[in-house]
């Protein structure tokens, strides 16, 4: 376990707190108007390797073998100077602070963080973390890397959990959720029935490794929940023709992979963000992550089929009135966490790679993204 303390004074910021892995979707900005949830579980934090924050250099002032350097291989708009390590911790964590929103611009309907800091200890006045909390935002508390120091503390941290307690304990993400708005819509509710968040973001982030890694053949995935998730970007950014690739779900509990397929789905550890590998794979076979509640419900079967029947309702017959909401729209991967993830993969320096990433606009038009 670890607290974080003023770097200045010394000061508590935060009680003890287990570390997690950094979620796919922590930089995520969703929709228009929309009221997120809270990024981080109670009693967690995550970090950041990468640097975030000013000072921030444009395209043109980027040297590409520096960038290459810090793993980037592709031409982004702005590229951060700011220190590396930022840690994300849940609002409710934080203590010993007052908020400084003098000291930021404010935005649509919150705080969004893009001037920095401000969030300052209440001992000594030193800014010490960001406050996020404006719609389309995930909301959170991003402590400064230069401005907190992380001590161990005295409360034993528990062993990360094997993948079969994970199995066990069975925490799904759901494909689809109501989203909230604010203020509502025109009918008057306060929500709609969307894809959810968290799926488009980790499909973003998979679709970039399925793409970097199918060598400009087709790739075929399972039909059903997954196909609808990845087979329709799939078809429109790969070339008809080639021997197609396959790609199909892995992971503990799982039967063993097909040895004729050349793309494993895997999960993510949550805890200690290792991706899941078998026992024996072959060499050319590609790994894809997952994050591990979006892989659980892939992995189940939650496609429930209704059942004729008579007489009173069975406990588990599906009811077809009214039917079960679902998104009035075709999936979508996150075109931002797909760009962050694709430019930072040195496949992207393929030509045919380069070209979607420069197409990304065109591809948003079209409902891809």
């Known amino acids: 376990m670890f607290a974080f303390v003023c770097a200045r004074c010394g000061a508590e910021l935060t009680g003890p707190l287990s570390r997690v892995s950094l979620p ?24 950041d390797p990468e640097p975030s924050g000013a000072p921030w250099r444009l395209r043109e002032e980027i040297n590409p073998v520096e960038a ?11 590229l951060s100077d700011g220190a590396p390590g930022a840690t994300v911790i849940a609002p409710g964590d934080i203590r010993g602070t007052r908020l ?16 920095g800091p401000n969030m300052a200890c209440r001992a000594c006045g030193l800014a010490v973390a960001t406050r996020i909390d404006d719609c389309s935002l995930w909301q959170a508390v991003w402590l400064a890397p230069d401005a907190v120091r992380r001590l161990h503390t005295n409360d034993a941290a528990a062993a990360p959990q094997s993948w079969a307690e994970l199995l ?11 989203i909230a708005t604010w203020g509502g819509s025109e009918l ?3 929500h709609y029935w969307s894809w959810s968040p968290q799926w ?6 998979a679709l970039a490794h399925v793409l970097a ?23 429109a950014l790969l070339p008809v023709g080639p021997p197609a690739r396959r790609a199909v779900l892995a992971g503990p509990g799982q039967p063993a992979p097909d040895s004729a397929a050349d793309i494993l789905l895997v999960p993510v550890h949550p805890q200690t963000g290792r991706t899941w590998a078998p026992a024996h794979r072959a060499p ?70 380069r070209t979607i990433l420069e197409d990304l606009t065109l591809h948003k038009s079209a409902g891809l993204f």
């Open 24 to 47: 796919v979707h922590a930089h995520q900005a969703y929709g228009n108007g929309v009221q997120m949830p809270v990024l981080m579980e109670a009693g967690t934090f995550a970090v």
């Open 68 to 78: 290459a350097a810090r793993g980037i291989y592709a031409p982004l708009f702005s």
């Open 100 to 115: 400084t929103p003098e000291n930021g611009s404010g935005a649509c309907c919150g705080l969004d963080g893009r001037d």
């Open 168 to 178: 066990e304990e069975g925490k799904s993400t759901a494909p689809f959720e109501p």
């Open 188 to 190: 008057g509710s306060s």
């Open 200 to 205: 488009e973001a980790a499909a973003g982030h």
């Open 213 to 235: 890694v199918s060598g400009m053949r087709p790739v075929r995935v399972p039909n059903g929940l997954i196909a609808d998730v990845f087979q329709r970007a799939l078809d």
């Open 284 to 353: 050319s076979t590609y790994l894809v992550p997952l994050p591990l509640g979006v892989w659980l419900w892939m992995a189940s079967s939650r496609e429930y089929v209704p059942t004729p029947s008579s007489g009173r309702l069975p406990r588990d017959v599906l009811r077809d009135d009214p039917l079960p909401p679902r998104p009035a729209f075709l999936f979508r991967a996150d075109r931002d966490i797909f760009r962050h993830t694709l430019v930072r993969l040195p496949a992207v320096r393929e030509t045919w790679l």
